[in-house]
């Protein structure tokens, strides 16, 4: 890792010098960034530079770390963990648009200090410990050193959280947030059905749900049937030994479906009250456009969507969604308060240091089902 020192020479008032930041009064902050800078301008990093399978991963020193724009914070990594996002991209999954860009750095989840902020950040000071995630198509990612994020990616992490388990959650959780709060708008008192509750999003749609005071149903591999119930399920149905069809009771406001199978996708909209909404993460936009370019692919992905919303639509009454995590500082500061309550969190199935990222991607496809995320530390 190699530090710049600037100072420019009309510095006003006494600023102190801490790890890729400079800090100050509140009302001094932006100010800071622009008199007395500490700018970390290379660090550790895992780069992709090619697609394929875990041993394409590399830990180089000395990678670039680019100027803050003013809406950015520069966070100083403690834990980062995996997402199925990271190991499908890492196979090519989302070739026709990150292919140009190699190479890549994956990662999406964060827990660790700020460094530095923008001219325009007011949320956070450097030295402040913070957790967040950044958006599915971001080219820079979190295995590195010092990552960037904007400000509404990050907030305060829960003081009652270790950074290896606060970084396991704020991807998930938002990707859930996203589908239950954003476009189902669900509301106290509603039904909501998990399809495959037992993974990071489905676990966390249903603590949002129940803490949103939902009625939630779910399915879930044997395995997870005591977990699910443990954190708020009023009912949790085994879909390798049972019929759903027939085990999953009345009717739903929301379905969220994290498996994305036809079958799945079935029971889901057959399952819905009218005016209800069925959400799947398994939309076709990425492969469509690995398959036939962005030219071709985006406008066929966006055709499938409407085709398939107005036949729900007038069929079934209902409204049939493509869901996707976004950046959302008011759900992420709810997933914060949640955690420091003891409401809300994602189990931690095992941690690796970052120089063995190859390890931990291919724990992760070996092993199939875990029941909590892997993650990485740097020391």
């Given at each position: ?12 008032g006494s600023m102190s010098l ?106 956070l000071r450097v030295g402040h ?103 708020g399920a009023e009912h949790a ?143």
């Open positions: 890792m190699r530090l710049l020192f600037r100072r420019a020479s009309d510095v006003r801490w790890r890729g930041g400079c800090s100050g009064s509140s009302s001094r902050i932006g100010q800071g960034l622009k008199d007395c800078r500490t700018l970390v301008t290379s660090c550790r990093a895992v780069l992709l530079p090619r697609f394929g399978g875990p041993d394409v991963l590399e830990l180089r020193d000395n990678v670039p770390v680019p100027d803050l724009k003013p809406n950015e914070v520069l966070v100083r990594a403690r834990a980062v963990s995996i997402n199925p996002l990271d190991i499908r991209m890492r196979a090519g999954y989302g070739r026709s648009i990150f292919e140009p860009l190699l190479p890549l750095i994956l990662g999406r989840d964060i827990s660790g200090e700020v460094g530095a902020v923008g001219t325009s950040v007011r949320s410990e913070v957790f967040g995630a950044l958006h599915p198509t971001a080219v820079r990612g979190t295995y590195t050193e010092y990552a960037i994020l904007s400000e509404d990616e990050l907030t305060a992490k829960p003081a009652s959280l270790s950074h290896v388990e606060a970084s396991a959650i704020p991807f998930a959780a938002l990707t859930a947030w996203r589908a239950l709060k954003s476009t189902a708008r669900i509301t106290p008192g509603q039904r909501v059905l998990v399809i495959g509750g037992g993974g990071a999003v489905g676990l966390s749609a249903i603590q949002l749900a129940v803490a949103a005071g939902c009625h939630v149903s779910t399915t879930c591999g044997s395995e997870s049937i005591d977990r699910v119930l443990e954190v149905v085994d879909y390798n030994t049972e019929d759903l069809e027939a085990a999953i009771k009345g009717y739903f406001d929301a379905v969220l479906d994290t498996i994305g199978l036809p079958q799945t996708e079935k029971i889901g909209i057959n399952l819905l009250k009218r005016g209800g909404h069925y959400m799947t993460l398994q939309g076709e936009a990425a492969s469509l456009t690995d398959r036939y370019g962005l030219a071709v692919g985006l406008p066929m992905a966006t055709g499938i969507l409407l085709k398939k919303q107005l036949k729900y639509r007038y069929s079934h009454g209902i409204e049939y969604w493509w869901n996707y995590m976004r950046a959302d500082a008011e759900g992420l500061d709810e997933i914060r308060r949640l955690s420091e309550a003891g409401k809300f969190k994602i189990p931690v199935e095992k941690t690796f240091p970052i120089s063995e990222v190859r390890e931990a991607h291919q724990t992760k496809e070996k092993k199939g089902y875990l029941p909590g995320k892997i993650v990485l530390e740097f020391n």
